[in-house]
């Protein structure tokens, strides 16, 4: 099993703090964090590895101004790939987005700048998304003749229904700002969106690991169920979860009533 630090990583970087937090960076600025194949590449080893090494949260970010401008296409263009090529290379790119929404781990996206195609299809596979004032989202595949192959007929139509996906690949549609929240692309609009992300992966690594680990893997297996095989498989994962030993001293907590209770935000 790979370590964080046996990582070999050249297009990302990972940082980890002393609450068990990861900081996972796209890290190939000049390019807008294109994802290339062997981005890919290691963003599949980073989302394998994280589970085992005991990661409590994840800040998914990226240098420069822009979140990611999705597949590389100077890349494409230059390999001039084969079909069987580039869907072998799609499988890869499920591969690493699959790691990040069923591995377990809160993944939280601090967006910025063009969060496009590909790169809407990598923000999606995260378990919350941060967006700022600067940041937009689209899916240009139509324009370029191209097709989704990263997973966004999936996660971006669940976000924003078929019909709004559909209008951004045929006409190039952009949103952002509120707009961009109404429709789902993101759950929260804020100045900074680092300091939010972070903000959230600390309240998420405060939860108990297996707790987050329903959160984060079941629902998503369990909206790929029918009604009947999702609710036998949420009881079953309750049973293991809310049983858990762990989880004691906080119903503990509850019945004594020194835990916090549940609040309206103030105004």
Sequence with gaps: MKRIEDLALEHTTITLDADGIATVSLNRPDKRNALNADTIEELIDIFVTLPRAGVRACVLRAEGTHFCAGLDLVEHHSEDRRPETFMHLCLRWHEAFNKMEYGGVPVIAALKGAVVGGGLELASAAHIRVADAGTYFALPEGQRGLFTGGGATI???DLVGKARMID?????????????IAVGLAQYLVDDSESKAMELARAAARNEPLSNFAICSAISHMQNMSALDAAYAEWGGAGIVNT?????????????????RVRPNEA
């Design 155 to 157: 996660r971006v139509a």
């Design 244 to 260: 858990q030993p762990a989880c004691r001293q906080r119903l503990a907590a509850f019945a004594d009533k020194s835990a916090p």
């Design 168 to 180: 951004m690949m045929l006409t190039g549609r952009v949103y952002q700002g509120q707009e961009a």
